[in-house]
């Protein structure tokens, strides 16, 4: 069975997110004075052919682990679903 796993990938909320802070003086300049913070992540979608939700779940944390996130970084949150 196919499962997608949706995968968002954050900055920490100690490191400073130049891009997101970028975003903020931009909004502002557009007149968008009530927007008080933008931070920029990543959005990865994965088909993962496994035989369990458990099995996909195990392969999703793996490459987060391994390729998607810079533990040191960055944060990670996968949501499955049957496709």
Do not use: F, W
């Not at 990938?9 to 009530?34: M, W």
């Not at 392969?59 to 682990?65: D, G, H």
């Amino acid at each position: 069975m196919a499962y997608k796993a949706k995968i968002r990938v954050t900055l920490r909320p100690s490191i400073l997110d130049v891009q997101g802070k970028a975003v903020e003086h931009a909004l502002d300049n557009l007149g968008y004075s009530t927007v008080e913070s933008a931070r920029i992540g990543k959005y990865i979608e994965v088909i993962i052919d496994e035989e369990s939700v458990a099995d996909a779940e195990r392969v999703a944390l793996e490459i987060c682990q391994k390729l998607l996130a810079n533990p040191v970084m960055e944060d990670y949150s996968i949501e499955l679903e049957s496709t």
